[in-house]
């Protein structure tokens, strides 16, 4: 991969090389834990994402699974319920390895017949799982690391006693854990120090910040584009100094930069990302009176046949929808979601509608129960026709668990069986409780529905 000119790939080539200056070498180290701060854990993912592919730049092996943890007893079920299932969908991959090393063999079905609601059974079976697949590589001294960087963590203490548990019961030789924690928090300290003969910190110091300004600002500074991404770069750290002014500055001058470029999709996401950094200041009568402009225009644009606007003119019916919940005003956001939903079916924008309507019910919630149940039926219908294999990354599960909840309130089990059957198929067997445990994550973190996806 080259990096000389990109100072993203820098910085992941940083992190490669921390791990094989300070892994790599020692095969004695079965824990590795990267201490990071949250505004960098899009990085960490862009790295792990690079490693599970042939292009990766550390020598290991490296197997990376995104599972949600919801308790010791159910995760190396879960993990390797999600093994396996990405397993098969690599199969064109591992075909294609199992072409040039023709002894690989892992038995992926044995494995998930062998799974059951026994939680040491589990455990060992997990290891087993790695230790087979280590053993069966081309390379027998390669070391296989299991990346485990869980979407979200319903409890950290229950979780570190998972990761105690199977370190306890002794990791196979050349496999590893590679894990994640918040470097002002440290939740794992107790586990690192319990285990300090056989695990290490990584710590490394990143300027994100600066790499993405060197990418914004790359290029002509005359060019409107280039200027523009200046403007966002400075609105964007006026935010992070609570400097309202410097915003206000910045993103008239985004304005004023993009409007006689001619490029009328430029000018019309100058407003929306100026309204965009002031909710931070809840600054509603400029947001609004921006986003009413940025609407007005993108229409005008969509039916002069400029398609590039048409993702711009849904974006702003949510921002706009946004405004109105922020300011109470829930009948209004729900109209609003409601017609980013009905656009960008519109469009063609088949995912969007599902986060639409359930904003869109979310916000009246309390206030409408019947509109409330309308929408969740709809957007259930929706969701229900779309491919099992795109649901996975929306918020169906919480549409589904919604609809789910209003039928058993109604006595509709056979209705409630099928909205079962059909989200088993999508997200497992545990997905009622992996909704709930994510609902708890929201609540716990503060976090709107929107910032969620």
Same mark, same amino acid.
């Given at each position: 991969?080259?990096?000389?000119?990109?100072?993203?790939?820098?910085?992941?080539?940083?992190?490669?090389?921390?791990?094989?200056?300070?892994?790599?070498?020692?095969?004695?180290?079965?824990?590795?834990?990267?201490?990071?701060?949250?505004?960098?854990?899009?990085?960490?993912?862009?790295?792990?994402?690079?490693?599970?592919?042939?292009?990766?730049?550390? $020598?290991?092996?490296?197997?990376?699974?995104?599972?949600?943890?919801?308790?010791?007893?159910?995760?190396?079920?879960?993990?390797?319920?999600?093994?396996?299932?990405?397993?098969?969908?690599?199969?064109?991959?591992?075909?294609?390895?199992?072409?040039?090393?023709?002894?690989?063999?892992?038995?992926?079905?044995?494995?998930?017949?062998?799974?059951?609601?026994?939680?040491?059974?589990?455990?060992?079976?997990?290891?087993?799982?790695?230790?087979?697949?280590?053993?069966?590589?081309?390379?027998?001294?390669?070391?296989?690391?299991?990346?485990?960087? $869980?979407?979200?963590?319903?409890?950290?203490?229950?979780?570190?006693?998972?990761?105690?548990?199977?370190?306890?019961?002794?990791?196979?030789?050349?496999?590893?854990?590679?894990?994640?924690?918040?470097?002002?928090?440290?939740?794992?300290?107790?586990?690192?120090?319990?285990?300090?003969?056989?695990?290490?910190?990584?710590?490394? $110091?990143?300027?994100?910040?600066?790499?993405?300004?060197?990418?914004?600002?790359?290029?002509?500074?005359?060019?409107?584009?280039?200027?523009?991404?200046?403007? /966002? /770069?400075?609105?964007?750290?006026?935010?992070?100094?609570?400097?309202?002014?410097?915003?206000?500055?910045?993103?008239?001058?985004?304005?004023?930069?993009?409007?006689?470029?001619?490029?009328?999709?430029?000018?019309?996401?100058?407003?929306?990302?100026?309204?965009?950094?002031?909710?931070?200041?809840?600054?509603?009568?400029?947001?609004?009176?921006?986003?009413?402009?940025?609407?007005?225009?993108?229409?005008?644009?969509?039916?002069?046949?400029?398609?590039?606007?048409?993702?711009?003119?849904?974006?702003?019916?949510?921002?706009?929808?946004?405004?109105?919940?922020?300011?109470?005003?829930?009948?209004?956001?729900?109209?609003?979601?409601?017609?980013?939903?009905?656009?960008?079916?519109?469009?063609?924008?088949?995912?969007?509608?599902?986060?639409?309507?359930?904003?869109?019910?979310?916000?009246?919630?309390?206030?409408?129960?019947?509109?409330?149940?309308?929408?969740?039926?709809?957007?259930?219908?929706?969701?229900?026709?779309?491919?099992?294999?795109?649901?996975?990354?929306?918020?169906?599960?919480?549409?589904?668990?919604?609809?789910?909840?209003?039928?058993?309130?109604?006595?509709?089990?056979?209705?409630?069986?099928?909205?079962?059957?059909? /989200?088993?198929?999508?997200?497992?067997?545990?997905?009622?409780?992996?909704?709930?445990?994510?609902?708890?994550?929201?609540?716990?973190?503060?976090?709107?529905?929107?910032?969620?996806?």
């Amino acid at each position: 991969m080259s990096t000389e000119h990109n100072p993203i790939a820098q910085l992941v080539t940083e992190l490669q090389q921390k791990w094989n200056t300070d892994i790599s070498p020692n095969p004695d180290i079965q824990i590795a834990r990267w201490l990071i701060i949250p505004q960098q854990a899009r990085l960490y993912e862009g790295f792990l994402k690079l490693e599970s592919t042939a292009y990766g730049g550390v $020598p290991d092996m490296v197997i990376v699974l995104l599972t949600p943890f919801t308790s010791a007893s159910q995760h190396s079920r879960a993990l390797a319920e999600h093994w396996i299932e990405a397993y098969r969908k690599d199969s064109k991959i591992i075909n294609e390895y199992i072409e040039s090393n023709p002894d690989f063999s892992w038995q992926a079905d044995e494995y998930e017949k062998r799974l059951s609601e026994d939680q040491d059974a589990n455990n060992a079976l997990l290891i087993e799982m790695l230790s087979q697949f280590q053993m069966a590589l081309s390379e027998k001294e390669r070391a296989l690391t299991l990346a485990l960087f $869980p979407y979200s963590v319903s409890d950290t203490k229950d979780y570190e006693k998972w990761m105690d548990t199977m370190l306890e019961l002794g990791l196979p030789e050349n496999v590893r854990f590679m894990i994640f924690d918040y470097s002002d928090e440290r939740y794992f300290d107790r586990l690192m120090k319990n285990h300090e003969d056989i695990g290490k910190s990584l710590s490394v $110091p990143l300027d994100l910040d600066g790499a993405i300004n060197k990418i914004a600002t790359a290029g002509d500074p005359n060019n409107p584009e280039v200027q523009f991404r200046k403007c /966002m /770069m400075m609105m964007s750290k006026g935010v992070s100094n609570k400097n309202r002014e410097s915003v206000h500055k910045w993103g008239e001058r985004a304005l004023e930069v993009t409007q006689p470029s001619g490029i009328r999709s430029l000018f019309i996401t100058a407003h929306i990302v100026y309204a965009g950094m002031l909710f931070n200041f809840k600054d509603f009568e400029t947001i609004d009176d921006l986003l009413m402009k940025a609407t007005a225009m993108a229409k005008q644009s969509v039916k002069a046949g400029d398609d590039q606007c048409k993702p711009l003119l849904v974006q702003s019916y949510g921002f706009q929808a946004s405004s109105k919940q922020l300011q109470k005003k829930k009948e209004d956001a729900s109209t609003l979601f409601c017609k980013q939903a009905d656009t960008a079916i519109e469009f063609g924008f088949p995912q969007q509608p599902l986060t639409s309507w359930w904003m869109a019910y979310s916000a009246i919630r309390k206030k409408d129960k019947e509109q409330y149940k309308e929408l969740v039926i709809k957007a259930y219908n929706y969701g229900s026709e779309q491919e099992k294999e795109t649901l996975k990354s929306t918020c169906m599960t919480f549409i589904a668990n919604d609809y789910y909840n209003i039928l058993d309130k109604e006595s509709q089990y056979d209705d409630c069986k099928e909205i079962d059957e059909f /989200m088993t198929e999508v997200e497992g067997e545990n997905w009622r409780e992996e909704v709930e445990e994510r609902r708890k994550e929201m609540e716990k973190r503060k976090l709107s529905l929107k910032n969620w996806f």
